[in-house]
């Protein structure tokens, strides 16, 4: 997230390197808080959807890091469209799904994980179908956040079977186009129940695992939870994974 918002205490990456600020560089196992300032301009026009999505990477190592998983994105709600926590007051649950070819190649040994080509055709930095979270109620409306990042060989176009969205509010589609650095809101009526494929629809990334399962669960049946960190991004929940120097 480059210009999405001010970082006042830290540094503002519009500079050029080196940066500058107590926030440009954090040290492992070390802890710094940013405040971000959102203007009017780091949401959306009043003729966009209700809320936005900007990425945030670190460029310390810019590289190394996004390949390692250092990258996150951060949603910016019309304050006339939210409900009073800042989720879009007219969706029902909102994913993220970040295209991205995790690439080990330039990677320090002690840090790869032994793949023979160091290459993870990845959504959110799972392959071959085996992303969680993509559940869904049938008839919710469903708020996607769809990002590329990377290099030459991501380029990406997003694809649903069974499902169709609006693209940020202007056209209806199955196919969203990702180039790295891409943002992307895709709005969706969950209106078919199943089990669907969610991929990218170039022919090699496809092969190499760039696929997920939506589900959208049948009224009258068990529900999608509803509960955050499971309603909320696709993300699974890691309870037995504490994060890096928590207590
Ligand atoms: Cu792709």
């Given at each position: 997230m480059d210009r999405a918002a001010l970082i006042k205490n830290g540094t503002n990456s519009t500079a050029l390197p080196p940066f500058q600020g107590r926030g440009a560089a954090?040290?492992?196992?070390?802890k710094f808080t940013y405040v971000w300032f959102c203007d009017e301009q780091?949401?959306?026009?009043p003729s966009e959807p209700s809320s936005k999505a900007w990425?945030?990477?670190s460029h310390v190592a810019?590289?190394?890091?996004v390949n390692l998983g250092l990258d996150g994105f951060i949603v910016v709600?019309?304050?006339?469209?939210?409900r009073p926590d800042g989720t879009p007051n007219d969706v029902d649950r909102e994913m993220g799904a970040l295209f991205l070819v995790f690439d080990e190649t330039g990677l320090p040994p002690e840090l790869r994980e032994g793949a023979a080509d160091r290459q993870r055709f990845a959504i959110n930095g799972y392959v071959f179908g085996n992303l969680p979270g993509l559940d869904m109620n049938e008839g919710e409306r469903v708020r996607w956040y769809l990002f590329g990042l990377g290099t030459e060989i991501d380029l990406h176009t997003a694809h649903w079977h069974g499902l169709r969205v609006v693209e940020d509010g202007r056209r209806r589609t199955d196919?969203?186009?990702?180039?790295?650095?891409?943002?992307?809101?895709a709005d969706m009526l969950a209106e078919n129940p199943g089990d669907w494929l969610f991929h990218c629809h170039v022919e090699e990334h496809m092969m190499f695992g760039m696929f997920a399962?939506?589900?959208?669960?049948?009224k009258g049946g068990p529900e999608a939870s509803r509960e955050p960190g499971r309603a909320f991004f696709g993300l699974p929940v890691r309870d037995t994974e504490p994060a890096v120097g928590a207590k």
């Open positions: 954090v040290a492992p196992n070390a780091s949401g959306p026009m990425i945030y990477h810019n590289e190394t890091e709600t019309d304050p006339k469209r939210a196919v969203v186009e990702l180039l790295p650095a891409s943002m992307k809101v399962r939506v589900t959208v669960r049948p």
